[in-house]
């Protein structure tokens, strides 16, 4: 028994020694000490070169740190490991560097938007008020938002989800092919082009005016594509046995789509229709186009100039007074409320509807 343990760690240790791994490591406390050193250098350099942007000093206590994170794993754990934990170092640098820029971005939009930001900003428009002048609110721009983002879902999400429907399930020779790269090429047309669109065709054409509707016929323009992509990729994650399943007990095609694959898959599609219309709904270019803003409440979008939330930072912050700033700071932090909202309800949609274990 002595002999056959023996014999089996000489087996262990052979491959350790060929590999030529080290069994040293560095102390857990090793890399946030080399962080917050990396930080003070960082910071002492850029005050001794004269850098004047907290961004730069932040890029060197990062580089800083990867490089001595790399060389002294190397000298203490070897090279293999080395080169493992400057992979990790650049993971972390990267997510850091795309978060910074998040949360101070979110940061200085609830610090300067909670200055006017409450109750009678909210429930209040603009009316003969002159945007120099303090007071006022965006209720009018709260509704034209809802309103035209909501005839928008209407037009664009039935289209979208029929769309991708008949590319997975039905979709096969030129057709298809023609409608998957029209699909592909209005997902990245601008939304000024969209915007063009519409004005020249219901507005120039057809001799309609400025509406919530016309900017929300933009804006589903700008959805449908981001519809279709996000339901097609869920449609094509149901698994074909759940199909031939169904179709082995008889059920017809259209049944089994409707009773087994969108089911299956409407967790997925509720998230993409709601990060599509989170998409549109900061979309500045069309709405300014075509629905031109208005300064009183106005709840028919069929008819008349409307105002919304991105159109209204927008004029706010054109007009250069303090009192505007402060209203548009305001309903910037209004509308990444509302996309929050937006999101956390195709959270809770997404799991309210996934298929249960079990079932």
């Known amino acids: 028994m002595t002999v056959a343990t023996s014999h089996r760690h000489r087996k262990v240790a052979e491959p350790r020694a060929s590999l ?39 890029l060197i206590a990062a580089l800083l740190f990867v490089v001595v994170t790399f060389v002294l794993t190397a000298a203490v754990e070897g090279t293999r490991q080395a080169k493992d934990r400057l992979a990790t170092s650049v993971v972390w640098t990267a997510f850091l560097l795309a978060v910074v820029p998040l949360a101070s971005l979110l940061w200085e939009t609830v610090a300067r938007g909670t200055k006017v930001l409450d109750g009678y900003f909210l429930s209040h428009s603009m009316g003969t008020l002159p945007d120099a002048m303090p007071g006022g609110g965006v209720y009018h721009a709260i509704i034209g938002t809802l309103e035209q983002v909501g005839l928008a879902t209407l037009i664009a999400a039935p289209l ?41 065709v219901w507005i120039l054409i057809l001799g309609f005016g400025p509406s919530g509707f016309a900017g929300s016929m933009a804006l589903a323009i700008l959805m449908m594509p981001v519809v279709v992509r996000s339901t097609e990729e869920m449609l094509k994650l149901v698994p074909n046995e759940l199909r031939e399943a169904s179709l082995a007990l008889g059920v017809p095609k259209w049944r089994t789509v409707l009773k087994v694959v969108l089911p299956t898959s409407i967790g997925g599609i509720t998230t993409g229709v709601m990060l599509a219309i989170a998409r549109i709904t900061g979309e500045t270019a069309p709405v300014l186009l075509l629905v031109w803003g208005a300064k009183t409440i106005n709840n028919n979008p069929f008819d008349g100039a409307q105002q919304s939330l991105p159109l209204y930072v927008f004029q706010q912050w054109q ?36 298929p249960k274990a079990g079932r």
Do not use: H
């Not at 008949?166 to 601008?190: Q, S």
């Open 20 to 58: 030529g791994l080290k069994q040293s490591r560095l102390p857990r406390w090793t890399l946030p000490v080399l962080a917050l050193a990396a930080v003070g250098a960082g910071c002492g350099t850029g005050l001794a070169a004269g850098l004047d942007s907290t961004v730069q000093w932040g």
């Open 160 to 200: 979208g989800l029929l769309t991708a429907i008949y590319l997975v399930e039905y979709g096969r020779g030129t057709l298809a092919k023609v409608v998957t790269f029209f699909v592909d090429v209005m997902t990245g047309i601008p939304s000024i082009v969209a915007g063009l669109f519409v004005l020249s």
């Open 319 to 354: 007009q250069g007074s303090d009192a505007s700033y402060d209203r548009a700071w305001a309903a910037a932090l209004v509308l990444i409320a509302f996309v929050m909202v937006l999101n956390l309800v195709a959270r809770g949609i997404a799991r309210w509807k996934a």
